[in-house]
């Protein structure tokens, strides 16, 4: 099943090294299984990092045994909606690519705000 962006077009890949997503497809795809609702592209900075890492989700330290290189800053990762709204409250969001968000984010997060942070719009 194919699924859209913010703009209602089809999702854009999010990253494929490393690769990222609910499933691990390169694209922040969702469904029911999703408790994390991991559909917002990010470009990963060391200041999410930091902020991630100290709200007990480490994304930094490699995970083999989950098939997980540990992120880096510059990598481009599907964050969970409300881990990114959590590092927007505190001042730690990183930017967005909304091209290759899900549009199920607009139904948590308000448009306007995820503009303030988008990459790839002009």
């Known amino acids: 099943m194919q699924q859209f962006n913010v703009f209602d077009e089809p999702l854009n890949e999010c990253c494929s090294d490393p690769l990222t997503g609910f499933f691990r497809d390169g694209f922040c795809n969702t469904n029911e299984h999703d408790h994390g609702l991991h559909i917002v592209c990010c470009l990963i900075d060391n200041n999410f990092l930091d902020f991630s890492s100290s709200m007990g989700n480490d994304l930094s330290t490699p995970r083999p045994e989950f098939n997980f290189p540990g992120l880096k800053e510059g990598d481009s990762w599907c964050v969970c909606a409300m881990r990114w709204q959590e590092a927007y409250d505190n001042n730690c969001a990183p930017k967005i690519f909304l091209k290759r968000t ?14 303030q942070f988008a990459i790839d719009i002009d």
């Open 102 to 115: 899900n549009k199920k984010v607009t139904k948590l997060i308000n448009m306007s705000i995820l503009k």
